[in-house]
T-cell receptor, first 111, second 115 residues
Framework: KQEVTQIPAALSVPEGENLVLNCSFTDSAIYNLQWFRQDPGKGLTSLLLIQSSQREQTSGRLNASLDKSSGRSTLYIAASQPGDSATYLCAVKDSNYQLIWGAGTKLIIKP | NAGVTQTPKFQVLKTGQSMTLQCAQDMNHNSMYWYRQDPGMGLRLIYYSASEGTTDKGEVPNGYNVSRLNKREFSLRLESAAPSQTSVYFC??????????????FGPGTRLTVL
């Protein structure tokens, strides 16, 4: 059974720092991996989607990498801002086309 | 475009009561999903509908039923609510279930408390 883990559960860093969020999964048979952002009391918003054949995707200050063989993905946030404060979730699309989710990393950027 | 809308935003039920959560999307998506989110856990799939006229069980379907009313609307029903169903419920939609580059779009969620 596919399991997705995100460590740490929470992270607090000063504004301006570059940071890395981690996601690991147990079964490498995935179609894609996605990173989402969740703001308090709101729904989820897709940030980046990496297909299984890709190594990374970039959008603005965000860069996500995928190493399928080792079951790992990272989300790199450059020059963090207070507006980046949110919970970041990763999810893998498994062989049944369903998304399997990690519990998320709650990120706080201190001004 | 409103995207994915859900009603209600908040609900308090007593054990044994029933209710229906409503979801609608205006993106002409084929696939729709219901998830629940509990503290410290990832989202868990309750039911999904790959296309109009079809519904399938997800990871945690017990205690729930769904109806894909038409292409736009997908409702979730709790027939006899239990405290274990206290959670935040999210509806989502995507162009296709098997679309490898298709992401899911989420509604704002319904926060349900069962006393």
């Amino acid at each position: 059974k596919q399991e997705v883990t995100q460590i740490p559960a929470a992270l607090s860093v000063p504004e301006g720092e570059n940071l890395v969020l981690n996601c690991s999964f147990t079964d490498s048979a995935i179609y894609n991996l996605q990173w989402f952002r969740q703001d308090p009391g709101k729904g989820l918003t897709s940030l980046l989607l990496i297909q299984s054949s890709q190594r990374e995707q970039t959008s603005g200050r965000l860069n996500a990498s995928l190493d399928k063989s080792s079951g790992r993905s990272t989300l790199y946030i450059a020059a963090s801002q207070p507006g980046d404060s949110a919970t970041y979730l990763c999810a893998v699309k498994d062989s049944n086309y369903q998304l399997i989710w990690g519990a998320g990393t709650k990120l706080i950027i201190k001004p | 475009n409103a995207g994915v809308t859900q009603t209600p935003k908040f609900q308090v039920l007593k054990t044994g009561q029933s209710m229906t959560l409503q979801c609608a999307q205006d993106m002409n998506h084929n696939s729709m999903y219901w998830y629940r989110q509990d503290p410290g856990m990832g989202l868990r799939l309750i039911y999904y509908s790959a296309s109009e006229g079809t519904t399938d069980k997800g990871e945690v379907p017990n205690g729930y039923n769904v109806s894909r009313l038409n292409k736009r609307e997908f409702s979730l029903r709790l027939e006899s609510a239990a405290p274990s169903q206290t959670s935040v419920y999210f509806c989502a939609s995507s162009s296709r279930l098997a679309g490898l580059t298709d992401t899911q779009y989420f509604g704002p969620g319904t926060r349900l408390t069962v006393l």
